[in-house]
Structure formats: structure tokens, C-alpha cells
């Protein structure tokens, strides 16, 4: 999950120069039309020691106009809070309609230093973030703009930053420096991956920003926010649930940024990865050879296993399966390819003909596109409604947990190309007779699309990526690199309990 | 919770026959238009043992156009349905757009017998509880009318049906008729109480049925589908979330019935209670001697204590309250009344004001009307939206959860008189010079819609009548008593743990 926020994302100082003066009017305008919409809006800010979140505050009241902009930090609570219900003393920062309220923190706060220091387990945990999805999803429906964000860095930058670091009064983690060690870094990240996973909704949604550069860092907090005002108060005449968030501008950027800070989790991936003709061919039958006999294995154990392929039009998910399936026996596995619903599956919730074509325990099921067209094809072509394709990562995250709990094994793959590469190979299926009839005017079409499905493909990367269910990305310039690749990973995931 | 459904509610059977005819007749229309809608419909039939629920399916379909309906029993899953993920044979058994499913039990009929069998613990209950909620909301979001409807009887009622009870293949509980000993009646109401508590949501709710009469039980399922599915026929073009379930006329019943099936939770109260002048006197000394003391107590040992006053106009909540606080240190205690939000309330989230006003440890706060308002006088009077106020019971049992969570007493009063003594009330108000004050025209058009505001006050007590906080119904109509009532449980609250 959180591999989409250690990209490397920055902002050069004269790019950012550039870019301020637009910001600071565009912020300025929406924080004057939000005056009288009857809206109000709440900024949760969380994240990693030393990813800043006090600096970036303190630019967000340079930039915005500080009145009706108020900043609350639930440090130590109060005797007059304490004596109270925990939720009052976020009740009473609540901000009024037309202001914008920002809690550092607010109330995962106490949550993640609770969990990181494991004075709460995973039960109480977990039903403590529901009621909080509960308040939020009520914040959101009684005129509340949520916007969550967590911020996140790279374990070096962390490192370089917290042996710098000016002491607070944030007297959340032991003064002793504890919270520096390696350790406690990978209990945060568990901690926060857990919540983000639970609560991340359409109505409220987390948005996870890497801080390694400030510059970055400011400037996508400050352009998310008005976004989201802008998408409201065009929708304006009463907030209903099915509006959403954020539109369908959620991700591409109101300003022009400069490349650095355009990467997404498929810039990580070295494309140039290769491999011989000789390696290829003595690797493909050695796996071959070895997920022939898991494959029996598994059906041995009547443990049932759903492969995903997903990835650019001609990225060679087709060759990839071929390859994936050559070694197995045919009765053992199964492969469904879902175009546009079918006139009967239309007639269904959206998942449905998903849940029809589960295999059976100890079967094998490849699913050629899937579920996850939702938030790729549909949101980008729009056939899916703004808040249709939002509310789908968390329904696809609980479809997803509802087959690991009943001991399916899940791959996902993602299989990417670059645009170059893409064009070559679409160039020769127009060229090569056989292969005419795999290239059609709608995958040109898509082509010119390659920047919005890139940052759509980073989100669902973000917010589907889940601990029991995480996605692999494959690096597929060169299909040889890519099927071994693919068979590599099965090969592991069918050997694990 | 259960209370409203241990009415009595009957209907004989010349007013049976006479509503039948015109009953099937919507039924048919209903079903006609629902064909084309883009609709499908899922009823979930849960309850008790005895209660019926095979016969209700059997007249549903003698009503309705049996082709578009598919009922399905869960009994013992097949090898088929056991080697998938728990939910798929529901999944498989998803009605199409354009028809009607009905679930006997459906996802809560495995959840209620491993609760009753002790195989499950409270947090795993919980937990898929609300897994289940979440799957509802995804389905009532892709175009699902998803209602639940939950058959109650009366414990004597039972106990005679069980003894004549046919054997059906419905193995759920053991063989051997332990599932007819009081002891398991009791384990199925607090289980029935926890899930129906969490899983009602205004997307999916609960509707409670007596099911002491089958007649009564069938032409209330019956119209509360055709309710449903006129509702959303009349909101078609897509099935927005805020559209909410059932509209405003979600209690009024469409047919005419007969009193006996009109009853709610306030005819159960006996209004001839009467307390004597001296008694009165006596007990209302004794109690607030009481009431000081222990008023004192819980400031030592610093619980807080809300107490809630609701109840018709002219039913003598002002009268109760003082003859409360009598007793106690006005250091100790406050009196919060509520009218309509001011100006600076209307710019906050609905609760704001309830949450801003709650006591510090140890002291006693009265709230004299409250967020019950939401689903009374704005709901009856048109001044919250559907979908606001029918979520709204949701939001107050988590709002009242996080209270007692923390430790505070709460007591929820409903002062119930009868309009004929709110008339002689009102004229005595008009005719007595010092309380002229007291009636206003708005009081005289309240009094004309007491059968909306007596069907709001029935779901009202059914879903926020909980385990944790409880509605103490008052006999209002002699004051004395009223208020002696109020005491009484006070003392009684102030005493427990």
C-alpha cells in the first residue's frame, strides 16, 4: 500500500515558484465560495514522524486566509475533556459551516499510538475504526467535506529526518528516542496500513501523499483540498451520498506539474528488465515443470487458488496465461474473460458474475480482466458513476478478504508496458495478418487515455493493495521477463500455507 | 425492542377479506411495474420459532404472480456451495432486475443459531454483522431493495404453538426440543436484539412483526413490500442513497385497518393509573430525600448521569422535571431545553449541539426535548429529508453507546397521556391566564396528526430501545403518577452499577 508514496515524488523550487501564485488564487477563490455553500470542511492530517506535518499546516495558513481556518491538535486532553466522552473534545473543534477545520490527528491519533505500542488488540482496533467510518460517513451526509491524509516517507528519508529532528510538544512516542529504531517504523506501518484499509470510503477518503520533498508535499495537500471544493460546490443543492468525493478529477492534477512529481508505483518498475532466449526457455519449463505438481498439490489439499491479470492492451496478459496454464492439467484449472456485462449480467449487482465463476476448493481460476475494470476502464471511460466507482475498492477489498478467509489463494497482476512499447506492438498487429484481429480502434482510443489510467492504475495500487490481497507488478517490455516473472510469483504463492 | 411486537396486533377475519381483494390488486400492479424498473427486490424472512415464517412465504405467493418470485430455504449447503466462500450460494441465489427473491433467514439464519449455540463469541458476531451491512449497502446501491423483515411472538403465544409444532426439514435447531425451553427463547431475544440493533440501517432496516395473527403478520409484509416497491418506483432514475428506503410512509399503512392492528407500544401502558393525593405526597418526599442523596453519590464517585424527557404536548414534562430536581443540589444538575436550531446551531452536524451540552463526570444534565426531535417533530412535519431522519436512529444509538461507554446513566423518558386528556389540558391552558402562554396554534396542529407522531413514537422506542439504554414509558394522564414513575426510576438508575 504503501509503495505508492516512496516514488521519489518532488517539486524543483522554480517549478513550485511557478506554481504558487495559481494555487494561492485558486485557494483563496474556493475557501471564499465555501463561505456561504453550507459546507464545512475537516482536514485530517496523519502520518509518519518527521513526514512534517506541523510545516505543512503552517503553509496551508500561509496560503489560505487564516480566518475560518482553525487548527486543533489533541495533545494531552484536558480535565474538562477527559471528564467527558473521548469523541466530545473532537465534537467541540468541529468546524461550522463555511470554515475549514483541520485535526492533526484527530481521532486515529490516540488509535495509532495505541496499536503501535500494542495497548489495544487487533478486535477492539478494528471495531473502534468502524465507529469512526460510521462518524465520518454521518459528518459526510450532515454537509462535512472529510478529507484524509497521510502522509508517508521512504525508510532513509525517515531515518536522515528524525536524527535532525527539533523535539515537539507531541508527546505521543517515548522521549527516549525508541520510536527512532527500525522496529518501531515497521509496527507503524502495519498500524497505519490496517486503518487505512478500514476506513478508507468513498465519503471519506484517505489520500496518501509522500513527503519526502515539502515542496511536494504542500502543493498536492493544498490542490486535493480545493479540489474537493470545487467538485462540491458544483454539486451543490444538498450533498447526497451518491456524489461522492471527488469526482472523476480526484487524481489528474489542476495544475501543470513537472514530471518528478507525476510518478506513480509503475514508474518503480524497471522496464528494462530482460531476458535470454536460453534462460527464458530453460527457466519457462523449469517452472512449468514445478507448478504442474503444485497445482496437484493444491487440488490435494482442496485449496482453490484466482489468478487476476491485468495490465495495458497488448502488454501479453494472453501469452503470459498461455504460459502460466501450458504445464497444469486442464481439469484443474479454468480461464473466464469478462467483456461489457452480457445483457443477463446486467440484470445483477456488479460483483455478481464475479462470485458465479469462483472455483471450487482445490480448482484454479484465471480471470482474464476482472473485477477491477470498475475502477480502471469504467471510471476512466465513465461508464461507471463517480461514486459507483469509489465505493468499489472497499466492496472489491471485502470480495477479495471474503476468499482469503475461505482459504483461496489470490495473485493480481498488473502487467506494464511503456506507451513506446505499446505502440510497437499495436504497429504490428496491424501489420501481421493473424494478429489483425487483436487490434481495434478502441484500444487506440484507450492509448490517448495512457495518463489517466496510469494514475487510476496508482490508485487502486494504493487503496486494493491489502495485506492479505497485494498486487504484483510485472515489468512486461519484454514478454519473456514478464511470463517468467508471472510464473515465478505462482510458483511462490502456491507453495505458501 | 421486542415490546413492539408484543401487541397484540390482530386483524379478524371479515376485515381480513374485505382489505384481501384490494391488497392483491396493489400487490399485482406493484409487481407489474417492478418488470421493467431496473429494480430487483430481497426479502429477508427472520424470527422466531413457531412464528410462522414458511406459512407467510406460502400466502405471499398465493398473492403475488408466483412467476418473478424465487424463495430460497438455505437448509445444509451442498459439496458444491461448501467448497466456496460462505456467501456465495446467496450470491447465486440473487434475484435478477425485474423480480422478487425471498430468503428465509438468508445470511442471518447461520449467524443466529451459532449466537444461540454459544459457537460464536460477541466479537465475531460483531464483526460479520457488520460485514453484513456493508454487503446490504453495496446491494441496495446496485439497485437492490434490500427489506428484512423479523417475526416476533409473545411468550405464551409460543409456547402453545411450539407444543402443536409439524416437524419441517428445517434442522437448525437440535431434535430434541430443547429450542422450546424458556431458557432458549431468552438466549434467541438477546441474540435477535444484538443483530437486528446493528444490522438496521436505512438502506436495509428491520421491520419488527408480530406474528400472534397470521393474518395480521401476512397483509403487514405484504404491504410493506408494496410500500417499498411503490416508493422506489416513484424516485426511479437511478437509486440514489439519500432517496432512503421507505419515504415518509414507511409507518402509516396503506389499507384501512381495524384498531386492534393499529396498536403500538403506548397502548400498552395502563393510563388509569392514579396515585392519591397523600401517597403522592408521601412517596414524592421520600424519593427526593432520596434522589439528593444519591445525587451526591454519583458526583463522588463521578458518573455522570443524562436524562431525557420526551413526550406529547400538555403531558407534564416541565411538571416531572422540577419535581426531579427538587430534591437535588442545583450545583449538581442542569436543564437543557431545545427548540429549533439557532443560527449558529444550523451551521454544525446535527448532534452538535446534544454533544456540546453533555455533563462533566458526576454531574446530572436533563434534556428537556432532545435528538429524539429528528425522528419525531421533523420527521412528522416534513422538516428532515427521508433519508436524514431514517438514519438518524443509526447515529443516536452510536451517539448513546459512546455515552454509556464512558460511563454515564442515561434514563429516556416518554410522557404518554391520551388525546382526551391533552383536549381538557389544552382548554384549561387557553382558560387559565398564566399558563395562556403555554398553547400555542402550532400545539393544536400537532394534536391533529397524533396518529403520525404515535406510529413515529413505535419505531422510535423499537429502534433505540436498546440493551444499553432503554425507553421507560410514563403513565402521564394523573400527574402524581407521572412523576412519582419518573422518581421511581431514577432512584433506580442511580443505584446501579
Do not use: C
Amino acid at each position: 500500500m504503501f509503495q505508492a508514496a516512496e516514488l521519489g515524488r518532488t517539486l524543483k523550487k522554480d517549478a513550485f515558484e511557478k506554481l504558487e501564485p495559481e494555487l494561492r488564487s485558486q485557494m483563496l477563490k474556493a475557501q471564499l465560495a465555501l463561505r456561504d455553500s453550507g459546507l464545512s470542511v475537516l482536514v485530517i492530517i496523519e502520518g509518519m514522524d518527521g513526514s512534517g506535518r506541523g510545516s505543512l499546516v503552517n503553509r496551508l495558513y500561509s496560503w489560505f486566509d487564516p480566518r475560518g481556518l482553525e487548527t486543533h491538535t489533541f495533545w494531552d486532553p484536558s480535565d474538562e475533556e477527559r471528564e467527558r466522552p473521548y469523541l466530545w473534545r473532537f465534537w467541540r473543534a468541529m468546524p461550522p459551516t463555511g470554515e475549514i477545520g483541520i485535526f492533526l490527528g484527530g481521532w486515529y491519533r490516540d488509535l495509532v499510538t495505541d496499536a503501535v505500542h500494542e495497548r489495544i488488540d487487533h478486535v477492539n482496533l478494528d471495531r473502534r475504526i468502524q465507529e469512526y467510518v460510521e462518524l465520518e460517513r454521518m459528518l459526510a451526509l450532515d454537509n462535512v467535506i472529510v478529507l484524509k491524509f497521510w502522509l508517508h516517507l521512504p525508510a532513509d528519508v525517515q531515518r536522515d529526518r528524525l536524527s535532525n529532528e527539533d523535539s515537539t510538544p507531541d508527546d505521543r512516542w517515548d522521549k527516549k528516542g525508541r520510536h527512532k529504531a527500525p522496529k518501531f517504523r515497521k509496527r507503524f506501518i502495519e498500524v497505519g496500513e490496517r486503518i487505512i484499509r478500514q476506513s478508507d470510503t468513498a465519503l471519506s477518503p484517505w489520500f496518501l501523499v509522500e513527503a519526502t520533498d515539502a515542496r511536494y508535499r504542500d502543493v498536492t495537500v493544498a490542490q486535493t483540498i480545493v479540489r474537493a471544493l470545487n467538485e462540491h460546490q458544483a454539486k451543490m443543492g444538498g450533498f447526497a451520498e451518491s456524489a461522492g468525493v471527488m469526482g472523476d478529477s480526484r487524481q489528474a492534477p489542476a495544475l501543470p506539474y513537472e514530471q518528478s512529481a507525476m510518478r506513480t508505483v509503475l514508474d518503480q518498475i524497471d522496464l528494462d528488465a530482460k531476458l535470454s532466449k536460453s534462460d527464458y526457455k530453460k527457466q519457462l519449463s523449469d517452472y512449468q515443470e514445478k507448478l504442474k505438481v503444485l497445482a496437484w498439490d493444491a487440488w490435494r489439499e482442496r485449496r482453490a487458488t484466482v489468478v487476476v491479470f491485468e495490465g495495458w492492451d497488448a502488454a501479453g496478459k494472453g501469452g503470459a496465461i498461455r504460459r502460466l496454464t501450458a504445464g497444469m492439467d486442464a481439469r484443474l484449472y479454468r480461464i473466464a474473460q469478462y467483456g461489457a456485462p452480457t445483457d443477463v449480467e446486467q440484470r445483477y449487482p456488479y460483483l455478481w458474475r464475479f462470485w458465479r465463476d469462483l472455483p471450487r476448493d482445490g480448482r484454479i481460476l484465471i480471470f482474464d480482466r476482472s473485477w477491477y475494470g470498475r475502477v480502471l476502464v469504467e471510471r476512466v471511460e465513465g461508464f461507471a458513476a463517480d461514486y459507483d466507482w469509489q465505493r468499489a475498492y472497499r466492496e472489491i477489498n471485502a470480495f477479495e478478504h471474503e476468499m482469503t478467509r475461505h482459504g483461496i489463494r489470490l495473485a493480481k497482476f498488473w502487467l506494464h508496458i511503456s506507451p513506446e512499447e505499446q505502440l510497437a506492438r499495436f504497429k504490428e498487429r496491424e501489420e501481421t495478418p493473424y494478429k489483425q484481429h487483436k487490434i481495434t480502434d478502441e484500444d487506440w482510443r484507450n492509448r490517448e487515455k495512457w495518463d489517466q489510467y496510469r494514475d487510476a492504475v496508482n490508485e487502486m495500487v494504493f487503496r486494493t493493495g491489502t495485506e492479505y490481497s497485494p498486487w504484483t507488478l510485472i515489468s512486461a517490455n519484454d514478454k519473456r521477463n514478464a511470463r517468467i516473472e508471472v510464473l515465478a510469483h505462482m510458483e511462490k504463492l502456491l507453495r505458501e500455507d
